[in-house]
């Protein structure tokens, strides 16, 4: 196993503005799994206007992905307990790579490139040990395996690189899973959820906790802020019928912050939010929830409910310059609260940014 220091040292600066190569397939603004009417699997790129700038074949279900910085490239994560994720030449289809998970490992369907592109992080299960890991690759070498280095926690999910470049946030959802077991969630009375800072060698800078009372809140999803603020989405594993808040706020060096829509329509929520968002001016904050069909917009400087917006099987967002961007199983996408298009495809959970 390569060291921590050089496991991460890809971390170095360098922009993340978008560069000609997504240019050359359509400039797409995001990457989106989905599912074709032929029942095909697949990965889209989608541009904000809601048109599909490429669709390229997938094995089975994804659920994220990740863009490659410098060039129309993207790695395809299988949804959890999938154990391979593909490299893919978007311009064409072509699959550069197929990273397969090592022995006692899966992945938990997200990645995230270092700033300059050189490197890949996955997060993962060690699940023989019960703890979760971040994979690290070499994209320069065929995505060749370097090493994994400690997720701070069980069941990492989403993981973004901080606004700085030179760090990792990452949601340990706190649920244990066992292939063998498929998706069964095997430690519920005990999970404890957590946000982790790991800095460039790997260490462990900083973890927030939920309160002890919403130890059964999984962290999953994560949006960032250029000043740092770290937003989580939740899913609630705890009893039925409970209405906990499921979108957190945190800076480095204070606790999470909870917040709740009025609870008239907190409720609709169904204590799950698939997807988390802020708006690129910074002002607003927003979750999905498939389960309840609204997004939920809340002001992120007060942390003031705004409005929920209807919408069924809504689960991606995205920023906008001022507002979301949102994809639905149904094959609505469209600007929230503008227009909405028709897309001949059910998209999956997530929208990943391309050059943000």
Known sequence: MVSRRRVLAGLAASS?????????VGAPAFLSAARAPDGQFVLTGLTETGDISFTIPLPARGHAAAAQPTRAEAVAFARRPGTFALALDCRDGTVLARLNAPEGRHFYGHG?????????????????????????????????????????????????????????????????????MGRAKLNIPTMAPNLTYLDFSGAIVETASLPVAFHK???????????????????WQGAEGAAPPLLGLHRRGGPI??????????????????????????????????????????DLASGTFLRGVE?????????????????????????????????PVQFDNHLVPIGT
Not at 16 to 21: K, R
Not at 219 to 229: M, N
């Open 257 to 298: 912050t909870l917040l709740a829509a009025p609870e008239r329509l907190h409720g609709a929520l169904d204590g799950y939010a698939g997807s988390v968002a802020i708006s690129g001016d910074g002002r607003e904050v927003a979750i999905t929830s498939p389960r309840g069909g609204v997004v939920h917009v809340f």
């Open 217 to 235: 809140n999984s962290i999953r999803h994560l949006a960032l802020h250029s000043d740092g603020t770290v937003a989580l989405a939740m899913q």
């Open 16 to 24: 993340l503005l978008p560069s000609a190569g997504w240019a050359s």
């Open 112 to 180: 995230a490139f270092s700033p300059d592109g050189t490197q890949l992080f996955t997060t993962e299960n060690d699940y023989e040990a019960g703890l979760g890991v971040i994979g690290v690759w070499d994209v320069a070498a065929g995505y060749k395996r370097l090493g994994e280095v400690s997720s701070g926690g069980i069941g990492p999910h989403e993981m973004r690189l901080m606004p700085d470049g030179q760090s990792l946030v990452v949601a340990n959802g706190g649920i244990e899973t066992h292939p063998d």
């Open 311 to 343: 919408l069924e099987d809504v689960c991606g967002i995205g920023s906008r310059a001022a507002g979301f961007f949102f994809t639905t199983g149904t094959g609505a996408v469209g600007a929230l609260g503008d227009s909405v298009r028709q897309q």
